[in-house]
């Protein structure tokens, strides 16, 4: 039976719009990293060269290779980004946000039984048939999130700080506190399709107990 995320994975993927504790597991990423403005080109290429190793991947594992340790046919996952300021912005952060000053780790998850291996046979293939520079730069990882708040934002990305908030209030309240201001979002609405108070967010954030 085809994996579907949507589906199966509603915890991680279709939060409610009100914050809520969960631990994440161990989770494998095809990544590409980056800085500054995500309203620029060089965003919009990073998340161009994500798409094709990931679909390339799921199609060769379907016709060509499947590996030993199970496989089972599935929906290629959301694009998903982690967010931070540069060290410069953080020693002078006051509040404001300065998009140029973002850095950021874009991403799309792959099923478990997908290994860095066959990752980078696929590399190979997608550099020869679709090239590109920011090729060289993709990378497979695993990345744990953990214990984390999350919940569903609804509408412009520029309001998420109103969510953040809801959100840090929230983790006050259950004695806990954000780790850092790095989150991840996980982007379930394609933008250029959908108006923007209709888009879906995941936010998330890493937790700690709070620190008296």
Known sequence: MKHEWRKSEKVLYLPKTKPEIINVSAQKFITISGEGNPDSSYFADCISVLYPISYTIKMNLKKMEQPSGGYNDYTVYPLEGIWDLNKEAKKHYDGTLNKDDLVF??????????????FNKMLILIKKKKPHPLNEQLQFETITD???????????????????????????????????????????????????????????????????
């Open 105 to 118: 780790k874009l991403m799309i998850r792959q099923p478990n039984f997908v290994t860095e291996d066959f």
């Open 146 to 212: 953990g214990t984390c708040i999350q919940m569903m934002h609804l509408g412009h990305y520029d309001n998420e700080p109103k969510s953040f908030e809801f959100m840090e209030q929230f983790a006050t309240s259950q004695g806990v506190e954000r780790l850092s201001k790095a989150h991840r979002e996980i982007y379930l609405s394609d933008f250029r399709k959908v108006d923007s108070e209709k888009l879906k967010t995941v936010l998330r954030f890493q937790i700690q107990p709070k620190i008296l």
